[in-house]
């Protein structure tokens, strides 16, 4: 099956730092997720993304399909962005998503 | 627009008692997902149904865990008998439709998480 790996594991930056989250997948998928879980276990969606660059505000994600991997960017962090980043492509075989371990994101103030 | 929701937040019973979760996907999305999600750990898909049927269910203990999506709408989640190592949060999530590349965001409920003593 499709092998996700994100990195970094642990990051831990002060507020207002800047940062990049990979996700490297094995095979082709037809789209992919990215997750923000918050410290009280909620999952929030942020993006949606087969392809290409979206930007919401101070997050953006860009997904090179034809090369494998997925990069998330925060800017300018804030204490309320901390929590694990989870991505999760979506299987073209059976449509399911493909979790990650997640890159757990500490933002000191 | 409503979110997915689910009910209880919390639960605390003893092992070999009997447990039952709920959850409401998003209005007019015909898949439904229960997750199990251990801490520290991504979720784990336990079943995928689409309207009132079955799409997989292949990672479900099906020797203490049952699920059902009788009207293919809300599902219920069940557990008997619980053992320690089934305390986790379980998530429930819901998409448009599965099955076509494009329309299958998943939007999941705030959870439930259960503790077995």
């Known amino acids: 099956g499709i092998q996700v790996e994100q990195s970094p594991p642990d990051l831990i930056l002060q507020e207002g730092a800047n940062s990049t989250l990979r996700c490297n997948f094995s095979?082709?998928?037809?789209?992919l997720q990215w997750f923000h879980q918050n410290p009280w276990g909620q999952l929030i969606n942020l993006f949606y993304?087969?392809?290409?660059?979206k930007q919401n505000g101070r997050l953006s994600a860009t997904t090179v399909a034809t090369e494998r991997y997925s990069l998330l960017y925060i800017s300018s962090s804030q204490t309320t962005d901390s929590g694990v980043y989870f991505c999760?492509?979506?299987?073209?075989?059976?449509?399911?998503?493909?979790w990650g371990a997640g890159t757990k994101l500490i933002i000191k103030p | 627009e409503a979110g997915v929701a689910q009910s209880p937040r919390y639960k605390i019973i003893e092992k070999r008692q009997s447990v039952a979760f709920w959850c409401n996907p998003i209005s007019g999305h015909a898949t439904l997902y229960w997750y199990q999600q251990i801490l520290g750990q991504g979720p784990k898909l336990l079943i995928q149904?689409?309207?009132?049927?079955?799409?997989?269910d292949s990672q479900l203990p099906k020797d203490r865990f049952s699920a059902e999506r009788l009207k293919g709408v809300d599902s219920t989640l069940k557990i008997q008998p619980a053992k320690l190592e089934d305390s986790a949060v379980y998530l429930c999530?819901?998409?448009?439709?599965?099955?076509?590349?494009?329309?299958?965001?998943?939007?999941f409920g705030p959870g439930t998480r259960l503790t077995v003593l």
């Open positions: 999760a492509p979506l299987s073209d075989s059976n449509y399911q998503l493909i």
């Open positions: 095979d082709s998928v037809n789209n």
């Open positions: 149904f689409q309207n009132n049927g079955v799409v997989d």
């Open positions: 993304i087969p392809s290409g660059t």
């Open positions: 999530a819901s998409s448009p439709m599965s099955g076509l590349a494009g329309v299958n965001e998943q939007f």
